[in-house]
Structure formats: structure tokens, C-alpha cells
């Protein structure tokens, strides 16, 4: 480890698995998530996960849904995990080459909150480190990670080098991530390019977190709400118009 090598103990990470299989059923993806949390782990980082199909998260775009004619909606008490968090990943399959529809529904969930503000003025989400792990059998790694690692930087989340990692195996009903060799191992395990994304996916993550937390947070220069709201225009131009 460098010199200059943020320290990642005082960190807390979140993994948000949007597989649709239930617990305890097999999540291909739980495999991946379960690789890069270690990495974390070992590093002193304080872990938090949860399955969110097991979760009656409600869909749509508030921050609680229960004011919005639904009976049900455990996102207001996840979300203090989500807020809580100084990296998250969003974790998931592929389905019809794309996220599945619980990947969409944290993604809009999350969105919900994108016009609250931290105590500098900034979104939220300022501060924070984004990823993504893509799992599946079919193309579309690099799309699927492309609209997270997006939706997750439009709403406030820093995005480090290579924030993205995957399995998607042979194409079509081939072996999942998961699955097991003839010794035991997952099949994933002994792929090396899978390993190598993931890892450094997990330590650029651990890198750039630290950094930012180490620099008490994310510069306000130019991007504070209540200041543009106040008439501050950052040296944004402001040319006189004819009529």
C-alpha cells in the first residue's frame, strides 16, 4: 500500500442487490456483491446490504410513497442506510439486454431525493462514491452500467476510474456466476477478468471515497443551491440582451 493511500477505516459502504429472486433463493449476483464487500471488509470498512425484492419497496418517484396511496413503503427506513453511506453500489442482473425493474425502482427511489440538500448547500448525494456490478448471460454489461453509474452521477454521486465490474458467462442459458465447478468453486471465481474488474473497481471506490471524506467533503465552490437561489451566479455570464 502507497504512502498516500486513503484511509478506509472510517468508511461505510452499501450494496443494494436488485436480483429478483427472492431470499433465500440463489442470487447469482449476491456472489459478486459478496467479493467486493470482502475487499471492503478486510480494509475496515463498515458493510451494509440489503435484497431490495424482499423489501415492500413501493415504486415510484417520492421520497415516501405511503403519501401517495400506497399502504406500504420500507424505502424511508432504507434510505437512512443510502444517506448514511459514503459508497454505495447498485448490484443486479441483466434482463432483455438491460437492468432489471428493481434496479429501475432504487434508481427512481433515489431520484427522489434528488432536490434535498446537504448542510453545504449541495445535492445530497455531494460527497458520495458510486458503483455498480452487473451479473447475467446474456450482453449488456456495459449498457446496464452505463445508465447506473449515469443515474447515479446526474444526482449527485462522484464516479471514480472503472466503477463498473460484471459476469455475463457464455450467451444464452449458459453457466451463471454462481453456479458451481465440479470441485465446488463458483464458476465466476475462476475467471480472472471478473476478479481483476472487481477488485479494482472495489479499491477505486475505497480510493476516491477517502479522498473525499479525508478533504471534509466535496468542494462547495460554484454548485451551492441556496447561494444561486440567493442571486450568486459563480461567474457565470451574464450578457445584457437587446430587445
Known amino acids: 500500500m502507497n504512502d ?6 472510517q ?8 436480483t429478483l429472486t427472492r431470499s433465500p433463493g440463489m442470487s447469482h449476483t449476491q456472489v459478486l456483491i459478496d467479493a467486493s464487500a470482502s475487499i471492503m471488509t478486510k480494509q475496515g470498512v463498515t458493510v451494509n446490504e440489503f435484497r431490495a425484492v424482499d423489501l415492500p419497496i413501493a415504486t415510484g418517484i417520492y421520497p415516501d410513497m405511503r403519501e401517495h396511496n400506497w399502504d406500504q413503503d420500507a424505502w424511508p427506513e432504507l434510505f437512512e442506510l443510502v ?3 459514503d459508497i454505495l453500489v447498485l448490484a443486479g442482473p441483466i434482463w432483455l439486454g438491460d437492468n432489471s425493474s428493481e434496479m429501475k425502482k432504487i434508481i427512481e427511489r433515489l431520484y427522489a431525493h434528488s432536490s434535498e440538500l446537504n448542510d453545504r448547500g449541495q445535492s445530497l448525494f455531494y460527497g458520495k462514491v458510486g458503483g455498480c456490478l452487473i451479473t447475467g448471460n446474456e450482453d449488456g454489461i456495459k449498457h446496464c452500467a452505463s445508465n447506473v453509474l449515469y443515474s447515479l452521477q446526474h444526482i449527485g454521486y462522484a464516479i471514480p476510474p472503472q466503477a463498473d465490474a460484471g459476469w455475463i458467462g457464455e450467451a444464452g442459458p449458459g453457466p451463471s456466476y454462481g453456479d458451481t465447478l465440479d470441485d465446488g468453486t463458483a464458476v465466476g471465481v475462476s475467471n480472472d477478468f471478473t476478479q481483476r ?4 473497481m472495489t479499491w477505486n471506490l475505497l480510493n476516491l471515497a477517502g479522498l473525499i471524506t479525508g478533504a471534509g467533503g466535496f468542494p462547495a465552490d460554484g454548485n451551492d443551491r441556496n447561494q444561486w437561489a440567493a442571486g450568486a451566479r459563480f461567474d457565470y455570464p451574464n450578457p445584457e440582451y437587446r430587445s
Open 197 to 200: 474488474n472487481t477488485t479494482f
Open 4 to 9: 498516500n493511500t486513503p484511509n478506509s477505516s
Open 11 to 18: 468508511l461505510t459502504a452499501l450494496f443494494i442487490n436488485t
Open 83 to 85: 444517506r448514511a453511506a
